[in-house]
T-cell receptor, first 112, second 112 residues
């Protein structure tokens, strides 16, 4: 089974703090994603990485950056957290030959 | 822009009854349509998917139908059980891209 692991499930951070959300996948997938999930808005793509050191902005990249130094690891960075970034963050991965994306369990971030 | 509309937003059914969730997509080039189930506190899990070259696909109590002309697809769950209670998301994607357009989700409650 594909496993996408988000190491931090629940975080509480202060406004202005730098926040790192880490994601690791064990299927040697080339593609990795970070989504944000908010009630009534569904899943919105923040950033996509199609390979190591490669990234593309998604629909809502403002206030976020990403890092992909190794194939299995994709990090989401909030340079200066704000209260409107309080949300559930989902990491996902996909193999280059497939359509199916596999999600992690999610990271609940509260910014106070 | 591209979008996927999903209805209803909430659905309550009696145990043993059927449940139907409908999605309409706007991009006629979409050719891959997955359905995800998200249980409370967890990430979305793929439950069934369909490609544009078929009209229907079944997996035990779950089926998906696709009408390319009308640009809509539906999830059908028969003989519902309490463990089917969850949020269900549809999505549309086209081959060769990383873009998945998600619906806003349907909260299904199966009443015992």
């Amino acid at each position: 089974d594909v496993k996408v692991t988000q190491s931090s499930r629940y975080l509480v951070k202060r406004t202005g703090e730098k926040v790192f959300l880490e994601c690791v996948q064990d299927m040697d997938h080339e593609n990795m994603f970070w989504y944000r999930q908010d009630p009534g808005l569904g899943l919105r793509l923040i950033y996509f990485s199609y390979d190591v050191k490669m990234k593309e902005k998604g629909d809502i990249p403002e206030g976020y950056s990403v890092s992909r130094e190794k194939k299995e690891r994709f990090s989401l960075i909030l340079e200066s957290a704000s209260t409107n970034q309080t949300s559930m963050y989902l990491c996902a991965s996909r193999g280059i030959l497939g359509n199916t994306i596999y999600f992690g369990e999610g990271s609940w971030l509260t910014v106070v | 822009g591209e979008n996927v509309e999903q209805h209803p937003s909430t659905l309550s059914v009696q145990e043993g009854d059927s449940a139907v969730i409908k999605c309409t997509y706007s991009d006629s080039a979409s050719n891959y349509f997955p359905w995800y189930k998200q249980e409370l506190g967890k990430g979305p899990q793929l439950i069934i998917d369909i490609r544009s070259n078929v009209g229907e696909k079944k997996d035990q109590r779950i089926a998906v139908t696709l009408n390319k002309t009308a640009k809509h697809f539906s999830l059908h769950i028969t003989e519902t059980q309490p463990e089917d209670s969850a949020v269900y998301f549809c999505a549309a994607s086209k081959g060769g891209t990383y873009k998945y357009i998600f619906g806003t989700g349907t909260r299904l409650k199966v009443l015992a």
